[in-house]
């Protein structure tokens, strides 16, 4: 008979967390769309800049299975190369979303402008917030990386870091071609 593998504890506490997180952008999203209909709503165009994001999450969610992949098969320079590569584009992407929500604002699109870029500046704010828990997540990884002395090749926190910048990474296209469609 077969034995059932079990799911580590962690690895389901962050499918836990990531199962809250869905609903908290869920709520946020359904009510842009209620609001949407109202007749005081004014639409607005996303900066390009949050188009380049896009491209530094995407390309950061590659060299985060890339170097996940690189760490199980014990390759730990290019996973320790691989890594840094991610945390760069980790902090690009917080920047390049910093940098559209100062254009936003430059050509007056505020949070007192309308609901509807109140609502934006909501939802991608606290995007960005999970963003930047991923960050530290990615530096935690990267400095045990970095360790002189490798005392186990678990592969654990790297896998639950790489499902969580994967999760963040979809989020935030959900997010723009939401934002495209309805905005």
């Known amino acids: 008979m077969k034995e059932k593998k079990k799911m580590h504890p962690y690895k389901f506490n962050m499918w836990l967390a990531i199962a809250g997180i869905i609903m908290f952008f869920a709520a946020f999203t359904s009510a842009y769309i209620v609001m949407h209909d109202r007749d005081s709503w004014q639409s607005f165009k996303m900066p390009s800049i ?10 950061s969610s590659l060299t985060m299975h890339l170097a996940l992949k690189r760490f199980k098969q014990h390759k ?3 996973y320790r190369y691989l890594i840094t590569l991610t945390a ?3 902090f690009l992407f917080l920047i390049s979303q910093l940098y559209g929500f100062s254009v936003m604002y430059d050509t007056g ?6 609901n509807s870029t109140s609502f934006l500046y909501v939802i991608v704010m606290a995007h960005m917030a999970h963003v930047l828990g991923g960050v530290i997540a990615l530096l935690f990884i990267f400095f045990r990386a970095y360790r002189r002395k490798v005392r186990t090749y678990d592969a654990v926190p790297v896998e639950i870091v790489s499902t969580y910048w994967h999760f963040v990474d979809v989020l935030w296209i959900y997010l723009y071609i939401f934002f495209l469609i309805i905005g």
Do not use: D, E, K
Request: hydrophobic content about 75%; cysteine-free; aromatic content about 14%.
């Open 88 to 90: 760069v584009l980790g």
């Open 109 to 114: 699109l505020t949070l007192a402008w309308n």
């Open 50 to 59: 949050f188009l380049v994001s896009t491209f530094l999450i995407l390309v």
């Open 76 to 78: 730990m320079l290019a």
